[in-house]
């Protein structure tokens, strides 16, 4: 009987097993799952994803868009010699620490984009999943942009592996384009999605199409040099096709990112008046919208808080309105006490305009500047590259002249700058222009005036293009023009940076090194023309983009830049400073300007 | 799923259990202690399997065959005796106890009484009557200096006990699990669930082989601690046991009694919020007391040292521990009932605890079949406050004294009082910021035993250990908090923790001879185990009422915390038990889990294990001096650091309550591992137990080996693999070796004096063999601060300080710079916290009816980062200070000046414009940057007089009352002394270390001297009585 009943028990024993529990017991109740690999058990609306996924890349940017970018693209001269986080040396190695830097950020956002996806799957929104990819594009292509070869197709999926291997940039560029043609495509312009946790076009589908065929246009003349036919190719298809390809119209349709101003909030909010007083505008920036009577102008800047008087002295605004606008030298290189020195410091210098960070007497941002939107792809942007493909003949139907006036127009709207406002004719004064047309038959700006029309398209890119992400960037790497210049001092970071060449890239950040190191040692050995070996070859070696330019394609012409004290301004302080200006300004000053030297 | 074990118990049962009657015989059971007769002694037939047991009154009854037969009697801890029957139908027995230690029953794993004897592998026993003689609240450090190969630091001098850091046999996983499993009469449970005057006995399942029954939880070893029961109870006995004892600081600092409050020589106060000269500082560097009148806190006041004012704060502690039990056995059963009550009032002001112990153990021999046991515990303990401040950092002018009224006057409630702002009031915290729990648990386990037959009986048992946790966390207004200004307006944080365990097992044994010298005993048991457990919290800052301590009260905003946890492991397993002629045992166990946490595809796992003990001593004629000698041999496999549940399944997003109140959802961090394994270690393990002149000398030693692999570690990944995050691996392998030495010594034994001395000795060797090298940059780390680290590299022994080092001349002297600063090298290795060896040294001194025992502990070599002693010399509190009465101080080094060697002097330093030389603040800041750890990393060699008792036995004849069966009264002492070379603090204390790679997790590290708290010394009486 015993016996018995130990059989059964036994037999009971086995029969049940031995790791027989509740199926969900090692699935976390505390918060939601992302369902990972599968999909069917998800619990997700995708738009709970939206969010993250967007500022994660926005903010991977923002801050170095404006603390890096502007100096690197000549638009802010800086106090702070520009060797220090900037173009000559140190932005190879961003510093991606502080959870700021773009790969970081970049690759952050993967995690959002891969569950935004999942969510969008389980849920069969055709929409959300197509948002998901023109992301997931948009991400890569700027990762791949500045770093070159880079982890995809192993970083994208469900299951990444823990070290990824980094792809071609060929392959990963051709993969994004289709994908972002597919997107589009799959888009239904009449559908919306939810509006909150959309801060780039608040649900609108119909938006994110046209996002999507406009980035098409900028990845296309992006890689106009390295697949010229493809290039081509897929500019007519889009340009063609516009019911398939429906692509930007107006400025209604610009890509902004608006910051809500309570969670988000912009740089330009978030930056300390120490940092603006750092990042004054440049001489050079200033001068050319001085000089082309631009109605951006006061937009883009404030007014200079001092002037001097004695321009055999020091550096005086040159702009006839009441208003002064004047920019710090660009291109200081060798300290931070010698930058900041130049003509008595930033109080004689133009700031980030009102348009972007309005303050109050304490120079403290306002409320209202934290929810300034930041652009990632714009109207005009569209209509200058529609113009300079035209130009080069890789698309015809409109003149090369209506887009690039179209160009100029659209940014002026985007900017509400206007030739009758009080603060314009407070910074021109009698000289101010009246009308648009006036300001595109100025001689700079006549399409036929005679100057090189590749010129006058990047020139005008160049200022539309302002704060514009790392557009301004990528997109002088690939023309070299307008011709900014490098100054003598960079010369000296000849062994450790870019010296008086445009940066090629940005290098591998030193956290990817660490963790993924064998794929990195490669990407650095294969990536590139030529094998990344330290840091001279860093920057000689060309990513697939830039493949037919050669070794010198990078090269800047140089000015020759103030030397410290006698070749500056002169100050009532010390008797040292100003004993050569005036030879040196009158020798040198002008060279900085490319539209001064005949340089088309 | 192994089959083969149930299927060859199933063959074995089969076979046909024999039995037949001729003759009956009686008799009657005794011992010399006991003349009434014991209950439950085997008396068989010799040579076949029939027997009985002995009745409630020592009688048996017994059918046998013929009478040429023998009958042989057997108790656990007796001489087995056999007489031949020679017709006699009466046969009384009385039986020897074993002689002591010889022949020692121990508990092994699950719970089984084995002979020491047939073990292949060390299992060291502390007695009850041990851990109870000299009672510790945490039943960890009454172990100390006990057992072998144990090492423990017992927490600091709070209330409470627990929290003590204890490693058997090295720190052998890199996950930083070293708690041994603790299990509590049979059930998993956690060290202090018994109160210790119940304890029966303490069994430390030190190796792999000894554990091995216990699968994957079984790596950091097992600490098995059995309850006493009313078994082996004659009539009804009632026990009360009282013990009072009161704490004082051990180790306090000693200061310089010289200088005051201030710096640079300079101080006045004005405000304490730096109004006045230096008010707002926490050094000491301020003028020489010269009694002349001084602006202070407290008014103005003479300018004096206030020298007790750190001891003065420091109250007595005491700790009234009162037991009353009452057992009782008959034949139906037994039944133990007990009580404890714990007074304890901590050293610190308004520091307290009341802890409740309600314990009842029983028995029901329900019929010749069936026994029925249960054991049931409830623990209540309600601490009013464990708040901890540090006041040894008070300088040396404060009247601490006049602290005592901590509120500014006419602002009771809102603001505190204090000598200065950044910084709390002592007494304020203690009594206006209390953190205080109310624990309530409950142990319940019954299990039933089911004798089929003589040779065949299953256990069951089911058990379920429930504890739930409140605590309560307040701080006043005005609180001072260094990053948290909200604290200003208050805090409050009050959660709960609910824990459930339940065990469901059984254990069928199938116990026979064979064939004709060998006795085999076959198991087979599952387990099965689920543990569930559910944290609630809530804190708010900024409340509005400061009075109110609620939640609703806020200001700001609450943050929750709200987490369930669950997880199940189901176990089989079967063990074999051979014996030769009780001379040759052999063990072959095996165990295999299955654990809900793991991935479905990789979660069993199995431990196998062989052990074989030989007693030589029987195989072999020895020379007489030899009593006893076994040599043992084993080798098994166990698992530590089951991963927890969710590490191993999809990955999660957390809920993070932001700024403003909301809460949203975050992509953890932490990425899930499907192919997380255990740990799984090998331990080897040879030994040897010699005893000689009737077991006057033992030695017994044994030599261990563990190799663990799979170690877990946390480290970051490439963020482009699926975004940022950490993720947890298996990575390496580390390597324990070591020795254990026990010598027991009774140098004197006679009518009237006993001397008995133990001795245990151990040295532990770990390194970390290897680390997976497809990630060649991660290794673990542990951060003291933010200069001195440990770390595991390769090949490199565990525990190893790494940090910068100060550089030195070719004569080994320090070495400056030119203006008297420290020279540093780069990081590099700094030693190790880690003891060359350990022993202890235990007597027990016994005349007549008194008795001395006294226990020592030494610890010998490691390294200690002693941060207390740092800050005292930072802030010029310590002795050290008054160096050149704090002016013209030339470091005593070498320069470097081309390329030649030479003192620092003062010219060199007045070159550089410190003209005089160093003053006492610039020494010793310089003297004692954090940056330059090699200045208070000290050796760590100590020792310590553990334990004390001088006890009085009330001789039989003294007592009048019939019904008093023993009284007992003793001088009880614990942490009584220390001698070190280590500075103003108890050596034996623990830090917490950060682990770099992780967001919250630290580690208890030994070699850092940081605790709020001085470690207590313990003394007082203890009376026992047995009615």
Known sequence: MFIRLLYIFLGFMLVSGCDTWEKDININPNSPSTGGESTSTYDFEPSEFMLDMIYNVVHGWDYIHWNVGTAVCEYHGKTISLSQGNRHQAWHAFDDSNDGGPWVQGYKTVRYIRNMRNAAVANDDKEYQAIATIWECYDF??????????????????????????????????????????????????????????????????KWKRFANTLLIRYAMYMADAAPDSAVALLNEVILNPEVYPIMESNADNAMFHYDGVQYKSQYYKLSSSKIDEAPFSNVFIERLVSLKDPRLPIYAKPVS??????????LPSNEGVDKYAGHIYGITTDNAYASAWNDGSNYASKLGDYFRTEDDKGTATEACATVPLALATYSEMLFFLAEATEKGMITGQTARHYYESAIEASFEQYN?????????????????????????????????????????????????????????????RTMLPKLRASSGSEAYSSTGSATKWPSRAAYPNSETSTNKANVEYANANAFDIPVVDQATRNLALMWLMQPKGQNWLQMPVFQEPNYKADYPARETDADFGTNFNNWYTQNWNSMFWWKNNDN | ??????????????????LFSQQKITGKVTTPDDPLGIPGVNVFIKGTTLGTITDMDGIYTIDVPNDTCTIAFSYIGFNPEELPVKGRAIIDMVLLPLLESLDEVVITALGIKRDEKALGYSVQKVKGEEVARVKELDVVNALSGKVAGVNIIQA??????????????????????????????????????????????ISVLKGAAAAALYGSKAGAGVVMITSKSGKNTKGMLVEFNSNITFQSPLVLPEYQNKFGMGESGEYSYYDGNGGGVFDDTHLNWGPAFDGQLRPQFTGNKPWVAFEGNVKDFYQTGHTYVNNISVSSSSENGSYRFSYSNTDQKGILPNNGLVKNNLGLNSTFVVNKYLTITSNMNYIRTDCDNNKQVDVRFTPRSIDIGALKDYWVPGMEGYQQMNYRRSGNNPYFELYENPYSYIDNKLIVNVSANLKLTENFNIVGKYGTNYTNNEFYDKHAYSTFAKYEKRDLKGFYKNGMNNFWDRTAEFLATYDRKIFEHFTVKLSFGGTHFRQESKKIEGSTYELTYFDIFNLNNRDGYMSALDEISKKVTNS????????????????????DDWASTLHPDFNHFFYPSVALSTLVHELFPLPGAVSFWKVRASIAQVGNSVPGPYFTIAEKYPFITTSDGLSHIEPNYFFTNPYLKPEIGTGYEIGSDLRLFQNRLGFDVTLYKTVTKNQILKTVKSI?????????????????????????LVPIKNKDWTWEMQINWSLDRTYLDELIDSLPEIHKTQDVNSFLAIEDKVGQRRGTFYGRAYERAPNGERLYSLSGDTRLTEDTQLGNYNPDWMASFNNTITYKWLSLSFLFDLRYGGLIYNEIERKLNMYGLS?????????????????QENGTYRKLTLEDLENYGKIGGQSGQEYWATQMEETAPENVLVDDTYLKLREMRLAFEMPKDWIKVSFVKSVTVALIGRNLAVWSKVKHIDPETYGEATEKNDFDGTTKVPGYAVSNMPSVRSYGFSLSCKF
């Open chain 2, 572 to 591: 089989l397993y079967g063990f074999l038990n051979l014996d030769y002629q009780g001379k040759i045992f052999l063990d072959v166990t095996r165990r």
């Open chain 2, 720 to 744: 482009t693999s699926g975004g940022q995050g950490y993720f947890t691996t298996n990575a390496g392998q580390i390597t324990s070796k070591g020795i254990e030495a026990t010598l027991n």
């Open chain 1, 141 to 206: 292509f700027n990762l791949t942009l500045l770093y070159g070869d880079i982890p995809y197709s192993q970083s994208i999926i469900d299951d990444a592996p823990l070290t990824p291997v980094y792809d071609k940039q060929k392959d990963i560029y051709f993969t994004l384009i289709n994908k972002l043609k597919t997107a589009g495509k799959s888009l239904d312009p009449t559908s919306m999605v939810d509006v909150n946790t959309d801060l780039i076009f608040y649900g609108d589908v119909s």
């Open chain 2, 879 to 895: 002795e050290a200070t008054l160096l050149n009465n704090r002016e013209g101080i030339v470091p005593d080094g070498m320069v």
């Open chain 1, 417 to 477: 700058a206007s030739f009758t406002s009080d603060k314009y004719s407070r910074a021109f004064g009698n000289s101010a222009l009246n009308s648009v047309t006036e300001y595109v038959s100025q001689p700079d700006v006549l399409y036929t005036g005679g100057r090189d029309k590749l010129t006058m398209i990047a020139e005008q890119k160049w200022i539309a293009s302002f704060l514009m992400m790392f557009e301004p960037y990528f997109d002088h790497r």
């Open chain 2, 156 to 201: 600091d001098g709070s209330i409470g006990g627990g929290g003590s850091r204890i490693v058997i046999r090295g720190e052998s996983s890199l996950a930083g699990n070293t708690d041994p499993l603790f299990i509590i009469n049979g059930i998993p449970g956690s060290a202090n669930d018994v109160a210790p005057d119940d304890i029966e006995s």
């Open chain 1, 306 to 315: 001092s002037v001097h008087d004695d321009p055999t002295k020091n550096i």
């Open chain 2, 1 to 18: 799923m192994q089959r083969q074990i149930p299927i060859l118990i199933l063959i074995l049962l089969m076979s046909p259990v024999y």
